[in-house]
């Protein structure tokens, strides 16, 4: 696989091309334990970079999940909106638990993201 870009808003980013896939880091789920329920966007939804895009609930809270970068969201993982695929992503962050896929209109959005080692280290600073 790829290697995967990160926000500071904990979000990892595949680019795909045309499109990028986003899910949540393994830190992020770490942080809201058991995944219960995932409030998905619409396909089609316009969204700008920094806007709640969908939620996710867990034993603990309830977080907003923001858009890496703006676009179009063109496709959403259906599969984890259920009890059993919150599973995924609890066991399975960075692969089976992507949220959804955005097409960006301004790729360059792509180069404010963190690499793996820069996102460590903004982790490490705390």
Same mark, same amino acid.
């Given at each position: 696989?790829?290697?995967?870009?990160?926000? #500071? +808003?904990? =979000?990892?980013?595949?680019?795909?091309?045309?499109?990028? !896939?986003?899910?949540?880091? +393994?830190?992020?789920?770490?942080?809201? @334990?058991?995944?219960?329920?995932?409030?998905?966007?619409?396909?089609?939804?316009?969204? *700008?970079?920094? +806007?709640?895009?969908?939620?996710? +609930?867990?034993? #603990?809270? =309830?977080?907003?999940?923001?858009?890496?970068?703006?676009? =179009?969201?063109?496709?959403?993982?259906?599969?984890?909106?259920?009890?059993?695929?919150?599973?995924?992503?609890?066991? *399975?962050?960075? @692969?089976? @638990?992507?949220?959804?896929?955005?097409?960006?209109?301004?790729?360059?959005?792509?180069?404010?993201?963190?690499?793996?080692?820069?996102?460590? !280290?903004?982790?490490?600073?705390?």
């Amino acid at each position: 696989m790829p290697e995967l870009l990160y926000s #500071k +808003d904990h =979000t990892w980013v595949h680019d795909e091309g045309a499109r990028v !896939r986003v899910g949540i880091s +393994d830190f992020a789920q770490s942080e809201l @334990g058991e995944i219960a329920f995932v409030e998905l966007p619409e396909e089609g939804l316009e969204v *700008d970079q920094g +806007d709640a895009v969908c939620s996710i +609930d867990s034993l #603990k809270s =309830t977080s907003e999940i923001y858009a890496p970068v703006s676009g =179009t969201v063109v496709e959403v993982n259906r599969s984890v909106a259920t009890e059993e695929g919150g599973a995924a992503i609890n066991s *399975d962050p960075l @692969g089976a @638990g992507w949220l959804f896929a955005i097409e960006p209109s301004s790729r360059s959005e792509l180069e404010g993201l963190l690499s793996p080692g820069e996102y460590e !280290r903004y982790l490490a600073e705390g």
